[in-house]
C-alpha cells in the first residue's frame, strides 16, 4: 500500500501550528483544575458508596 505525502504548503503548515508555545497555567486555572480533580474524586467515591449500599440492600432482600 503507497502512503501519500503530504505537500509543502501543508508540511509548512503543519510545522508552524506545532510551534505554538505553551504559556504557563497561572494561579487561578491550576486552583480550578484542583478543583475539578478533586470534585470528580468526591463524585467517584460518592457513586461507590452508593452502588455499595445499593448491593447491601440487594443481597438482604
Given at each position: 500500500?503507497?502512503?501519500?505525502?503530504?505537500?509543502?504548503?501543508?508540511?509548512?503548515?503543519?510545522?508552524?501550528?506545532?510551534?505554538?508555545?505553551?504559556?504557563?497555567?497561572?494561579?487561578?486555572?491550576?486552583?480550578?483544575?484542583?478543583?475539578?480533580?478533586?470534585?470528580?474524586?468526591?463524585k467517584?467515591?460518592?457513586?461507590?458508596?452508593?452502588?455499595?449500599?445499593?448491593?447491601?440492600?440487594?443481597?438482604?432482600?
Amino acid at each position: 500500500m503507497r502512503r501519500h505525502s503530504q505537500s509543502r504548503a501543508a508540511t509548512e503548515a503543519n510545522k508552524l501550528f506545532k510551534q505554538t508555545a505553551t504559556k504557563p497555567a497561572t494561579d487561578y486555572e491550576k486552583a480550578e483544575r484542583v478543583f475539578h480533580d478533586n470534585r470528580e474524586r468526591l463524585k467517584a467515591e460518592r457513586l461507590a458508596r452508593e452502588a455499595e449500599r445499593r448491593d447491601r440492600s440487594e443481597r438482604t432482600s
